[in-house]
């Protein structure tokens, strides 16, 4: 699989796997943190118990 044939990945983009993630940890760092409300609706997304989820599919 190619850097082109991966969703998300910038067109042209044929780096390694370290450069892409080390790229993006970069950015992810520059980000501002997250206030208690934004840490709060991912927490309720992403600890749902698994019929809910199945349900919301």
Not at 9 to 23: C, E, K, L, M, S
């Given at each position: 699989?190619?850097?082109?044939?991966?969703?998300?990945?910038?067109a042209?983009?044929?780096?390694g796997?370290?450069?892409?993630?080390?790229?993006?940890?970069?950015?992810?760092?520059?980000?501002?943190?997250?206030?208690?409300?934004?840490?709060?609706?991912?927490?309720?997304?992403?600890?749902?118990?698994?019929?809910?989820k199945?349900?919301?599919?």
């Amino acid at each position: 699989m190619t850097g082109q044939d991966i969703p998300g990945r910038p067109a042209g983009a044929d780096h390694g796997d370290t450069a892409y993630w080390a790229r993006v940890r970069r950015i992810a760092a520059q980000a501002p943190p997250l206030n208690d409300l934004q840490r709060a609706r991912l927490r309720a997304a992403f600890h749902q118990p698994a019929d809910q989820k199945e349900r919301a599919a």
